[in-house]
């Protein structure tokens, strides 16, 4: 199988600092990946699109220097949570591609105080 | 971004029972996905429709996609309180590409 991996699972953090979220693919190399964002008893939104050794692409809406992407390399993307606010609370879910299959992780939540 | 839409939003019902759930969109994909996420959790992937008027089955599962590729549907026959979960569906717009449109969910009860 393909197996996502996030860090950390729950982050608290008060406004204003960053938070750093980490999404691994243990088992395959991804030359793409997908970030996304879940209120409560909502559906997935598409933050923005991660691909290794170029910028990512960001969804209408969404603030890149809020939300900085870092995919250095096959394995790994990282999103940081510029200073955070309590309207940043949610539940972040990162995907790897692999073969137009998407895998998912298993979710950061965050919440700012 | 072209929108999925899901119904039923909510769906309680007792174990035994069946249901479906329908995804509908004005727009056509050249695949579409179907997946289960609970609580707290990353959604898993159930399946993956690719072809207009594709049937598959998975145990108690049938999923369709329709023959024009804008819409799908999920039926589970005699549900069981461990089918419990958020079912998404989700589309790919273009073959070949990695993007996909979330559908609005269906959030199922299965009572015991």
């Known amino acids: 199988g393909a197996v996502v991996s996030q860090h950390p699972s729950r982050v608290i953090c008060k406004s204003g600092t960053s938070v750093k979220i980490e999404c691994r693919s243990l088992?395959?190399?991804?030359?793409?990946m997908f970030w996304y964002r879940q209120f409560p008893k909502q559906s997935l939104m598409l933050m923005a699109t991660s691909n290794e050794g170029s910028k990512a692409t960001y969804e209408q809406g969404v603030e890149k220097d809020k939300f900085l992407i870092n995919h250095a390399s096959l394995t790994l993307s990282t999103l940081t949570v510029t200073s955070a606010h309590p309207e940043d609370s949610s539940f972040y879910i990162c995907s790897a591609s692999r073969q137009e299959t998407q895998y998912f992780g298993p979710g950061t939540r965050l919440l700012v105080l | 971004t072209q929108l999925l839409e899901q119904s039923p939003q909510f769906l309680s019902i007792q174990e035994g029972e069946n249901l479906t759930v329908y995804c509908n969109s004005s727009?056509?994909?050249?695949?579409l996905q179907w997946y289960r996420q609970e609580p707290g959790e990353g959604p898993v992937l159930l399946v993956t429709v690719v072809t207009g008027g594709e049937v598959k089955k998975l145990k108690r599962l049938t999923f369709q996609f329709g023959d024009a590729r804008k819409d799908s549907s999920l039926h589970i026959t005699a549900a069981q309180p461990g089918d419990t979960g958020l079912y998404l569906c989700a589309g790919g717009p273009q073959t070949g590409a990695n993007n996909l449109f979330f559908g609005t969910g269906t959030r199922l009860t299965v009572i015991p």
């Open positions: 088992d395959f190399q991804a030359t793409t």
């Open positions: 727009s056509v994909f050249s695949s």
